[in-house]
């Protein structure tokens, strides 16, 4: 340990806890204005993680802005223009389609994230104002009405003492500004989902000859089943990524069989799968990447001297598919009034931050929302709910205007949940008619 009369002392107009896409997006906005802004992250570095996610018409249209899109669509991505969802016999239930929706771009973008957040970082390297540190965690911070003073530690064991004017806590689910600065008190709700998910990734052999059809097609596949979800997509023309929801019932008995059963069945639905995962070392059941999955909502995302963006203020479930997009929206929408804030006074304060909380904390709680139903919906093994979803999928595929909603609130731009009666209609709807192959 450091002795206070040793401790470094550096001085920053923000300091960041978290170098994630929030906190990238948030330094992307801000560098150009000349702020002097700090990155801490824990994390050794940018290091490629095989894992697949997408990016939405919102976070399309947020890199377009900071003049990234083009840089990104260089790097390995699979361009999306549809997804298809499927029950557990590989029968098409319905195919969302962008183009249908009202965002800013007919596509999503799967990647990996590791790819996006270093077109983010190297953007900021040619920003002499902006620092990105790893290795070097936020252990904590003190308020009074001249700033806020951080205290980190490096990995090396050397603390360092930062003033700023504003900490920004983009440390994930398990946020420590969050728990150090009270905002976790109140009638939120902070707890893991019932359920969560195991990652897999997947490396194409070079000669396409060796690959059966249905991994060289790129097409993205969700399958949804009693209590089962796999979810299939590519994230470059080689890369194929895979989720697999697992259920809290089953999680001690999941591999309690081995994996062959398992990889037997996925195969079914995409036939070469087993094989391939199978000389992926997916035989193993150590080598699936457990993903949990958590719900942060917050009562307050901000106070004097602190605020929070992206999954520390809002986690939420995947099935939404918008965590990376929303702290991506968070930082555009924060930067302007911090940038404000910022030539006003020593210390940022909640009511300068008002607005971000008022405009941002709805949206995620209609997220939040979505995300519970759906999770009622698609993680349920109830025969009769089962069989409500595939009737109703089967019928928005069929009403073009609930389509266009879909599309629209996965998009990330404008939030447009069904309401009872579209519901009702996607029953009827798709009574009425079978699966399509
Ligand atoms: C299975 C699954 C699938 C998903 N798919 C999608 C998808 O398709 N699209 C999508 O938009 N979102 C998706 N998400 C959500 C998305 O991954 C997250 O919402 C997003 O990464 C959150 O970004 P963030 O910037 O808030 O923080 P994070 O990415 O959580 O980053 C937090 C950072 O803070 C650092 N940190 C923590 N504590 C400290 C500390 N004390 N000091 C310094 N550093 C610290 C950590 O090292 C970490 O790097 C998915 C999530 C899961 C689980």
Same mark, same amino acid.
């Given at each position: 340990m450091t002795s206070e009369a040793e401790k470094k002392t550096e001085a920053f107009d923000v300091v960041v806890s978290g170098a994630g896409i929030g906190a990238l997006t948030l330094a992307n906005y801000l560098a150009p204005l000349g702020f002097r802004i700090l990155l801490l992250d824990k994390r050794p570095g940018l290091s490629p993680v095989h894992r697949g996610e997408l990016v939405q018409p919102l976070g399309l249209d947020i890199l377009e802005e900071l003049s990234l899109l083009e840089e990104l669509r260089t790097t390995p991505h699979t361009l999306y223009r549809s997804f298809d969802f499927r029950d557990w016999q590989g029968r098409l239930l319905m195919r969302s389609r962008y183009e249908r929706g009202r965002g800013p771009y007919p596509f999503a973008l799967a990647i990996e994230p590791h790819q996006m957040d270093q077109v983010m970082a190297k953007n900021l390297s040619s920003h002499p104002n902006v620092v990105l540190r790893f290795g070097a965690e936020m252990t904590t911070f003190a308020v009074d009405g001249q700033g806020v003073t951080v205290t980190a530690r490096r990995d090396s064991g050397e603390e360092s003492r930062i003033l700023a004017r504003l900490l920004v806590g983009d440390d994930g689910r398990h946020s420590r500004v969050r728990e150090l600065s009270g905002l976790s008190l109140g009638n939120g709700r902070i707890a893991p989902y019932r359920d969560s998910y195991l990652g897999g990734s997947l490396l194409l052999p070079e000669d396409e000859k060796e690959i059966p059809p249905a991994l060289l097609d790129p097409t993205g596949r969700y399958f949804l089943g009693p209590r089962s979800i796999f979810f299939f997509f590519s &994230? *470059?023309?080689?890369?194929? +990524?895979?989720?697999?929801l697992l259920p809290d019932s089953d999680r001690d008995a999941f591999f *309690?069989?081995?994996?062959?059963?398992l990889l037997a069945r996925l195969d079914t639905l995409v036939p070469g799968f087993a094989a391939l995962a199978q000389s992926e070392g997916y035989?193993?059941? *150590?080598?699936y990447l457990p993903l949990p999955v958590w719900k942060v909502d917050l009562d307050r995302w901000c106070i004097d001297g602190v605020a929070l963006i992206g999954d520390a203020a809002h986690a939420m479930n995947p099935h939404v598919a918008q965590g990376r997009n929303?702290?991506?929206?968070d930082a555009r929408v924060l930067a302007p009034l911090l940038a404000k804030a910022l030539l006003r006074g020593p210390?940022?304060?909640?009511e300068d931050l008002q607005d971000y909380e008022s405009r941002r904390r709805p949206i995620a709680r209609a997220l939040h929302r979505l995300a519970d139903e759906m999770t009622f919906v698609w993680n349920s093994g109830n025969p009769a709910v089962v069989a409500a979803r595939e009737i109703s999928f089967r019928g928005i595929g069929r009403l073009a205007d609930l389509e266009? %909603?879909? &599309?629209?609130?996965?998009?990330? *731009? &404008?939030?447009?949940?069904?309401?009872?009666?579209? %519901?009702?209609?996607? +029953?009827?709807?798709?009574?009425?008619s079978p699966p399509h192959d």
């Amino acid at each position: 340990m450091t002795s206070e009369a040793e401790k470094k002392t550096e001085a920053f107009d923000v300091v960041v806890s978290g170098a994630g896409i929030g906190a990238l997006t948030l330094a992307n906005y801000l560098a150009p204005l000349g702020f002097r802004i700090l990155l801490l992250d824990k994390r050794p570095g940018l290091s490629p993680v095989h894992r697949g996610e997408l990016v939405q018409p919102l976070g399309l249209d947020i890199l377009e802005e900071l003049s990234l899109l083009e840089e990104l669509r260089t790097t390995p991505h699979t361009l999306y223009r549809s997804f298809d969802f499927r029950d557990w016999q590989g029968r098409l239930l319905m195919r969302s389609r962008y183009e249908r929706g009202r965002g800013p771009y007919p596509f999503a973008l799967a990647i990996e994230p590791h790819q996006m957040d270093q077109v983010m970082a190297k953007n900021l390297s040619s920003h002499p104002n902006v620092v990105l540190r790893f290795g070097a965690e936020m252990t904590t911070f003190a308020v009074d009405g001249q700033g806020v003073t951080v205290t980190a530690r490096r990995d090396s064991g050397e603390e360092s003492r930062i003033l700023a004017r504003l900490l920004v806590g983009d440390d994930g689910r398990h946020s420590r500004v969050r728990e150090l600065s009270g905002l976790s008190l109140g009638n939120g709700r902070i707890a893991p989902y019932r359920d969560s998910y195991l990652g897999g990734s997947l490396l194409l052999p070079e000669d396409e000859k060796e690959i059966p059809p249905a991994l060289l097609d790129p097409t993205g596949r969700y399958f949804l089943g009693p209590r089962s979800i796999f979810f299939f997509f590519s &994230v *470059s023309a080689r890369r194929r +990524f895979f989720l697999l929801l697992l259920p809290d019932s089953d999680r001690d008995a999941f591999f *309690s069989r081995g994996t062959a059963p398992l990889l037997a069945r996925l195969d079914t639905l995409v036939p070469g799968f087993a094989a391939l995962a199978q000389s992926e070392g997916y035989g193993d059941p *150590s080598r699936y990447l457990p993903l949990p999955v958590w719900k942060v909502d917050l009562d307050r995302w901000c106070i004097d001297g602190v605020a929070l963006i992206g999954d520390a203020a809002h986690a939420m479930n995947p099935h939404v598919a918008q965590g990376r997009n929303q702290a991506m929206e968070d930082a555009r929408v924060l930067a302007p009034l911090l940038a404000k804030a910022l030539l006003r006074g020593p210390l940022v304060r909640r009511e300068d931050l008002q607005d971000y909380e008022s405009r941002r904390r709805p949206i995620a709680r209609a997220l939040h929302r979505l995300a519970d139903e759906m999770t009622f919906v698609w993680n349920s093994g109830n025969p009769a709910v089962v069989a409500a979803r595939e009737i109703s999928f089967r019928g928005i595929g069929r009403l073009a205007d609930l389509e266009t %909603k879909i &599309v629209t609130t996965i998009g990330g *731009s &404008v939030i447009a949940p069904l309401t009872p009666l579209d %519901k009702l209609r996607a +029953f009827a709807a798709g009574l009425f008619s079978p699966p399509h192959d």
